[in-house]
């Protein structure tokens, strides 16, 4: 299977039929059809990995201050606690959990990339305490998932400040510069497999750190870049800016 690295963006794609989640949409109807997704998403942080084991993962609404009909919408998948058990056993320090079910940071992408629901989805927490050099390793430990059909996708966000999101308009389909130079930076060494870098991100300059204030947004790029065989392919996709200060920028892998 091919693996993914989607830029979310706002919960509000969710309502909309626009460029990025036409994408999405292209994108479920072009790759094979996986036997289950592993999904790891910015909105979920935990003390220590852990991993969806329900077997009718709730929608989360884990957001505020949107119109009432977001709130109305259900992604009702099932979970497969086979694989989450599966995974326990053979990734080291991976713990069930059979509360947490699918954030918007899942939900309003794969309603658009297989809107059926038809599907298994499991998702993968990002541990708080880990490095950055500690999340790519144990990516790396779950490359076998490719070889049996599941479909792992990371979602967040390049570029992702919303402290200094441009409100007023001015800026909605494009970035600032700063935004736009970080972006480029991440792409060249994507393209160019420099992983090492990607993963010391905090060396590489100040509108990278403008670009990551905060971590979550960014690492599960990390799982996603862990995953790559020498032989695979990598295509950019919704390469754009919205408000400024964010970037929708989407990688497939293989």
Not at 6 to 17: I, K, Q, R, T, Y
Not at 115 to 134: C, F, G, N, R, Y
Request: glycine share 6%; charged share 20%.
């Amino acid at each position: 299977m091919p693996v993914l690295f989607v830029g979310h963006g706002s919960p509000m794609n969710a309502l909309e039929d626009n460029e990025f989640t036409k994408t999405w949409k292209k994108l479920g109807e072009e790759i094979p059809k996986p036997k289950a997704i592993l999904y790891i998403s910015a909105h979920w942080e935990t003390p220590g990995s852990q991993v969806t084991a329900a077997e009718n993962p709730p929608t989360i609404h884990d957001f505020g201050g949107f119109p009432c009909e977001l709130y109305t919408i259900t992604y009702p998948v099932k979970g497969n606690p086979n694989l989450a058990k599966t995974i326990c056993e053979k990734v080291e320090r991976i713990t069930l959990n059979y509360d947490w079910g699918l954030d918007h940071g899942s939900w309003s992408v794969l309603k658009f990339m297989y809107p059926k629901a038809d599907i298994p989805v499991i998702q993968l927490s990002l541990d708080i305490h880990k490095t950055a050099t500690e999340h790519y390793a144990l990516a790396k430990q779950l490359n076998y998932l490719r070889e049996k059909g599941i479909l792992i996708v990371g979602s967040g966000n390049m570029v992702h400040n919303l402290r200094l999101v441009d409100w007023s308009g001015n800026n909605e389909n494009t970035g600032f510069d700063w935004a736009i130079e970080a972006n480029e930076i991440f792409k060249a060494l994507i393209l160019n497999n420099e992983h090492d870098a990607l993963v010391a991100y905090k060396s590489l300059g100040e509108s990278v750190q403008k670009a990551i204030p905060t971590p979550e947004h960014y690492l599960p790029l990390l799982y996603v870049l862990a995953l790559k065989k020498d032989e695979d392919k990598i295509s950019l996709y919704n390469d754009k800016y919205v408000m400024g200060s964010l970037s929708m920028t989407c990688v497939k892998i293989g």
